[in-house]
């Protein structure tokens, strides 16, 4: 019986060697293009698995340091002081480590740096990076400053201060800015210092740029006036801006607006000739005006929009026939946190508005930390949006796709659907998903918020009810959410 155990383990062994030896006989090229789909702890750690595996990881054309990488855990969230020391002294260790010139087999394609703003650990981490510019080492630099101080809870002054701390980092290593192609800042506030200047004069080649809680003040205007700007995309979350006025960013792919502070429409477009894809998400409150979309997009050549109301009354003033110049060449819309209470008709004016659209995505926002005692009361009462419908004969021959997230079996919904179906003669395919995850609503009581997706017992009606012996779209059913939608 022992000597049997013997013999398996040794042949266990022997494949385990076989597999192992195999894998190394894989050419460099294979080996770094799987360990580029790890973290960089863990491809720093596969170089003591055999003498072939030692160099590989100072090989890797494009590198990820992030210090959230390096919190102990379990850590409190957000991380203490002293966690977030603790991070940074291993990350300071780790960018010495791989930009060391001497360790370095090849040049740098791309360094993904993700650190806090402690003043004690930038002077070694700028002097390191702009060495490794200066050398020709590193040629692209992806700089995220993080902050663990939620938005509301930051003051003005300090604020002011790291504006004021990341405005001298950049002055202390201006090789840094050199090749700065993608930047993401929190809770700064530039009242004192040029922000037009420091992002985009000295950041000649930045082609990403996200402002997290930050801005020249409250109700300020940024005018973003750069005719040589390479930025391809611009992301702004929670900033003070009365308005942000892109006078001229040739390049701009991409633009994105989360949960505005503005009274009135928070951007206007000027020569934005690249302008493509835009994105904008927002709760309405009790100071926040309505807008009309079509002055807002005039000018632009969007293909892709997403428009998401985070549950509240629409942003938008009811419009239809005025649309159809701004949605001229739209192809993707998406239109999110729909009330589930509303009616859903009124969406039918994007449809007859744009004639070029072929992929509709639709989500209804039910949640149960947003109704009751749960919801803030900052918000207005939600009503049906009331937009006078005039339809015309046009049909919407190119829309191929819909999904719908949030999907339920209600009258509002199976209406809306078939409207499409008699408006769309090439909607061929219909994928309904579930809710989207809330990590609010799982921490209440799970009564609170049962699924209402439909069974599989009761697909087989949904179909029915939504073809009505008309329409036979292929239906596809996923109660998982969809980051995509």
């Not at 000018?299 to 419009?319: A, K, N, R, Y």
Request: aromatic share 8%; glycine share 4%.
């Amino acid at each position: 019986m022992e000597a049997n155990t013997d013999n398996t383990n040794s042949q266990s062994q022997s494949q385990q060697l076989e597999d192992e030896d195999r894998l190394s006989t894989l050419t460099d090229d294979i080996l770094l293009s799987i360990l580029g789909r790890v973290s960089l702890r863990t491809a720093a750690s596969s170089c003591v698995l055999s003498t072939r595996w030692r160099h590989l990881p100072w090989c890797l054309p494009e590198l990820s340091i992030n210090v959230k990488e390096f919190l102990s855990g379990p850590c409190c969230d957000p991380a203490e002081a002293d966690d977030m020391e603790e991070a940074m002294v291993s990350l300071t260790k780790a960018t010495r480590s791989f930009l060391t010139d001497h360790q370095r087999e090849s040049t740098i394609s791309s360094l993904h740096l993700t650190l806090y703003l402690i003043n004690a650990f930038l002077c070694e981490i700028g002097s390191l990076v702009g060495d490794a510019i200066a050398c020709g080492l590193l040629k692209d630099l992806d700089l995220s400053v993080l902050d663990e101080t939620k938005p509301g809870a930051c003051s003005d002054e300090e604020r002011l201060q790291r504006a004021q701390e990341i405005d001298t980092f950049f002055s202390a290593y201006p090789s840094v800015l050199c090749c700065l192609t993608k930047l993401c800042l929190h809770n700064a506030n530039f009242n004192k210092l040029d922000m037009h200047h420091v992002l985009f004069d000295c950041c000649k080649q930045l082609k990403h740029l996200s402002l997290c809680h930050c801005d020249t003040g409250a109700s300020s205007v940024f005018k973003i006036d750069a005719p040589n700007s390479k930025l391809c995309v611009l992301e702004t979350e929670k900033c003070r801006f009365e308005r942000i006025d892109l006078v001229c960013l040739p390049k701009l792919e991409k633009f994105a607006c989360f949960t505005w502070e503005s009274e009135y429409v928070p951007v206007t477009f000027g020569f934005v000739p690249s302008l493509g894809k835009i994105k904008l998400s927002c709760g309405a409150t009790y100071d926040q005006s309505p807008f009309k979309l079509s002055e807002l997009l005039h000018g632009t050549s969007v293909h892709t929009l997403t428009l998401d109301f985070e549950g509240e009354i629409l942003w938008l003033q009811p419009e239809m026939k005025e649309l159809r110049t701004a949605f001229n060449k739209l192809k993707k819309l998406s239109l999110r946190g729909i009330f589930v209470e509303f009616d859903m008709l009124w969406m039918t004016a994007f449809l007859v508005a744009a004639p070029s659209l072929e992929t509709l995505r639709i989500q209804v926002w039910e949640h149960a930390c947003d109704v009751g005692e749960f919801r803030g009361g900052i918000y207005r009462d939600r009503r049906t949006p009331q937009w006078e419908m005039r339809f015309d004969s046009s049909d919407n021959r190119l829309l191929k796709e819909l999904e719908f997230g949030g999907f339920r079996s209600l009258e509002k919904q199976f209406t809306f659907i078939r409207s499409l179906l008699e408006r769309s003669a090439n909607l061929q395919k219909i994928i309904l998903r579930g809710d989207e995850d809330c990590c609010y609503c799982d921490a209440l009581d799970a009564s609170l918020r049962p699924s209402k997706f439909p069974k599989k017992d009761d697909q087989e009606m949904v179909v029915e009810r939504i073809g009505e012996g008309i329409f036979s779209p292929e239906i596809i059913f996923d109660e998982y959410w969809s980051l995509n939608i």
